[in-house]
Every structure is written in C-alpha cells, then in structure tokens.
T-cell receptor, first 112, second 114 residues
Framework: DAKTTQPNSMESNEEEPVHLPCNHS???????IHWYRQLPSQGPEYVIH???SNVNNRMASLAIAEDRKSSTLILHRATLRDAAVYYC?????????????FGKGTKLSVIP | GAGVSQTPSNKVTEKGKYVELRCDPI?????LYWYRQSLGQGPEFLIY????????DSGLPNDRFFAVRPEGSVSTLKIQRTERGDSAVYLC????????????FGQGTRLTVV
C-alpha cells in the first residue's frame, strides 16, 4: 500500500506557482521522497527527489518539512504541459529492493 | 540516448492465451522494474530485477505471471492463461544501481484480453 497521502485533484492558473502537498507520516530516516508525474497516455516521468534538505532542479523544487513527515512539490510557473497526475512516493529499501509504491496521486489541471 | 523501450505497444489476445511483453532498458542500468496500471489507478509494482536475478517478486499477483532477465539487460514478462482481469497497461522502468536514483519508464504495453 502507498505510504503517502495526497489530494485527489488540484487546479492552477497558467503561469502561476503551484504547491502540491504530500503527507508521509511513517517515513523513516533512510527513506527518500520521490515525485513522478504522468501525462495522459505516457509512462511516469521523474520530477525530483530528496532525503532531508530542500532540492531544486530545472523542473521543480521540493520542500521537505523539518520532521520529514510532509513535503511540497513546487512548480514555479505552471504551463499547460504541466497538466498531469503527480505522484509522491516514499522510497523504502526492503531486502535490497527499492520499489516505488505509487498511490493515486494528485491530478493537476492547469487553466489557461 | 535511447530510453526504455517496450514492445509491443498494444496487444490484444483471447482469454486463455499466453502472452509475452518485452522491455529494453537503458544501457548500463542494472535495476529493472515491471509495473501494471489499471484505468484511473497509479502503477502497481510487480517485480524488481537487480542484474539477472529477481530481487523482489512480491508484487506478482499469482503463478500465471513470470518474468525473466537472462543476460541482465532485456526482460520479458510472461502471462499464462490470460484472463480479462489482466487487461491493463504494463510498464517497465530501469535505473542505475545508485540507491534513490531516478527510474526511467517506458511508454508501456497496453494489454487487452477479450
């Protein structure tokens, strides 16, 4: 079962920032937080990941709470191409396997 | 460079038939994953390979499902005696050995069992 909880859906206006929240209250000290997104009819696409510190890359920023029980994916300026389902994943190592356990994700709609 | 390639992109088969789905991972990636995704749901983990061996097959739903990766590169997911409930998009992903590194997904194979 997915270890994270996310809102089912969110809306954003084009060119506005978007903050996608995620709760992962059972996270342990060695679990990574990964974000993927999935555009219609495509496979999931990696967005960003982090462990303890906030992270930035060309796609997004990841803000991790100090207690690591929640995080927020930040898209600085939403575009129509950002409309997708966003998955927050708590990556746990179990017997050497780093399987990604997906939940239902947040469906982001971007309004022109 | 080339990404993860899955073939075929679509497969229609009759109930009870055997199917094979192929995944070509990114060259040099030692980790390979199979997932399946039903409409409106997130991808569901099936099996994970590290090199040639299945390090975690806890997600395979029953013994009709089997996967191999004989040379540590290409993988084949095999489904025997297909059922209508097996209809889904089957996704393959690969990643490097570094823990926590990103996984690269293919476009998936849409399997329809009629």
């Amino acid at each position: 079962d997915a270890k994270t909880t996310q809102p089912n859906s969110m809306e954003s206006n084009e060119e506005e920032p978007v903050h996608l929240p995620c709760n992962h209250s059972t996270i342990s000290g060695t679990d990574y937080i990964h974000w993927y997104r999935q555009l219609p009819s495509q496979g999931p696409e990696y967005v960003i990941h982090g462990l303890t510190s906030n992270v930035n890359n060309r796609m997004a920023s990841l803000a991790i709470a100090e207690d690591r029980k929640s995080s927020t994916l930040i898209l600085h300026r939403a575009t129509l191409r950002d409309a997708a389902v966003y998955y927050c994943i708590q990556l746990t190592s179990w017997a050497g396997s780093y399987q990604l356990t997906f939940g239902k994700g947040t469906k982001l709609s971007v309004i022109p | 460079g080339a990404g993860v390639s899955q073939t075929p992109s679509n497969k229609v088969t009759e109930k009870g038939k055997y199917v094979e789905l192929r995944c070509d991972p990114i060259s040099g990636h030692t980790a390979l994953y199979w997932y399946r995704q039903s409409l409106g749901q997130g991808p569901e983990f099936l099996i994970y390979f590290q090199g040639t061996g299945a390090a975690d097959d806890s997600g395979l739903p029953n013994d009709r499902f089997f996967a191999v990766r004989p040379e540590g590169s290409v993988s084949t997911l095999k489904i025997q005696r297909t059922e209508r409930g097996d209809s889904a998009v089957y996704l393959c992903a690969s990643s490097s050995e570094v823990r926590g590194s990103e996984a690269f997904f293919g476009q998936g194979t849409r399997l329809t069992v009629v």
